[in-house]
């Protein structure tokens, strides 16, 4: 593959993570390492403190997160984290259909940080509701069906905001994670799976074209991008 192969997105690529049947030891591994790939990449940081510490301090009250498709639970950790240290309450909720992910995640359950197997649609159906809905790296792993209910189900499920954060495909982020991934590639998918999902991954006009009305999405550091729309449950 050379990254002049970017130009369309490789939705038929298959993730090797994605197989119910790949190597459960090197793919939890792989949900471990995610922290440290998503600390180094995913601009959370930024995300928090631009969109939702101004939402969750606006409430007034305690407030409940869902990180949906939260895979090892690094970045819900990460937001308590923050939130904490602002003095922020909060009840944080991460959610994974997969009990693989889960069993990464429970190590990080904490008091005010619970863990749960569920996907979209089953929360969903359950009338949960939240006061903001967030994702990582989701997004590129859904094909377009997949793509319409997981942002229709994130607004049904938020009163507030809602952020699906991921890869942006291009090439700069194709050869920065092809060479940066190498020190933490050992014994995951990571290497193989990350330059998938590059290839899977949007550009942000594609995204938005998408996503149709009511979703905006930005493009972040040249290999990221953010898409956003309000909740529309009700309090
Ligand atoms: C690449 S992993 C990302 C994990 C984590 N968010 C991270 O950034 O490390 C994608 C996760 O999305 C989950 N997922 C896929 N479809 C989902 C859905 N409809 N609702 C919730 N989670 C979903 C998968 O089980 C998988 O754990």
Same mark, same amino acid.
């Given at each position: 593959?050379?990254?002049?192969?970017?130009?369309?997105?490789?939705?038929?690529?298959?993730?090797?993570?994605?197989?119910?049947?790949?190597?459960?030891?090197?793919?939890?591994?792989?949900?471990?390492?995610?922290?440290?790939?998503?600390?180094?990449?995913?601009?959370?940081?930024?995300?928090?403190?631009?969109?939702?510490?101004?939402?969750?301090?606006?409430?007034?009250?305690?407030?409940?997160?869902?990180?949906?498709?939260?895979?090892?639970?690094?970045?819900?950790?990460?937001?308590?984290?923050?939130?904490?240290?602002?003095?922020?309450?909060?009840?944080?909720?991460?959610?994974?259909?997969?009990?693989?992910?889960?069993?990464?995640?429970?190590?990080?359950? *904490?008091?005010?940080?619970?863990? #749960?197997? /569920?996907?979209? @649609? +089953? %929360?969903?159906? =359950? &009338?949960?509701?939240?006061?903001?809905?967030?994702?990582?790296?989701?997004?590129?792993?859904?094909?377009?069906?997949?793509?319409?209910?997981?942002?229709?189900?994130?607004?049904?499920?938020?009163?507030?905001?809602?952020?699906?954060?991921?890869?942006?495909?291009?090439?700069?982020?194709?050869?920065?994670?092809?060479?940066?991934?190498?020190?933490?590639?050992?014994?995951?998918?990571?290497?193989?799976?990350?330059?998938? *999902?590059?290839?899977?991954?949007? #550009?942000? /006009?594609?995204? @938005? +074209? %998408?996503?149709? =009305? &009511?979703?905006?999405?930005?493009?972040?550091?040249?290999?990221?991008?953010?898409?956003?729309?309000?909740?529309?449950?009700?309090?």
């Amino acid at each position: 593959m050379t990254p002049g192969g970017l130009s369309e997105r490789a939705e038929s690529l298959v993730e090797l993570m994605d197989d119910p049947d790949c190597d459960p030891q090197r793919l939890a591994r792989t949900y471990r390492r995610f922290g440290v790939v998503n600390r180094a990449i995913s601009g959370w940081g930024s995300l928090y403190r631009r969109y939702l510490r101004p939402h969750l301090a606006s409430l007034d009250r305690p407030a409940r997160v869902l990180d949906l498709g939260c895979g090892g639970g690094d970045v819900l950790a990460r937001l308590a984290a923050l939130a904490r240290r602002d003095h922020l309450e909060v009840a944080w909720t991460g959610a994974d259909p997969d009990p693989r992910a889960l069993q990464v995640a429970q190590r990080r359950a *904490s008091a005010g940080i619970e863990f #749960r197997r /569920a996907d979209s @649609a +089953a %929360l969903r159906a =359950a &009338g949960e509701t939240f006061d903001a809905v967030v994702s990582n790296h989701v997004i590129h792993h859904l094909d377009s069906s997949g793509l319409a209910a997981f942002a229709d189900d994130t607004r049904a499920l938020s009163t507030g905001v809602v952020l699906h954060s991921d890869i942006r495909r291009g090439r700069l982020a194709y050869g920065l994670f092809a060479v940066g991934i190498t020190p933490l590639a050992a014994g995951t998918f990571l290497r193989t799976d990350g330059l998938r *999902s590059i290839r899977r991954s949007y #550009r942000p /006009a594609e995204l @938005a +074209a %998408l996503l149709g =009305a &009511g979703w905006r999405v930005e493009g972040l550091a040249p290999f990221r991008l953010c898409a956003l729309a309000e909740g529309e449950a009700r309090d």
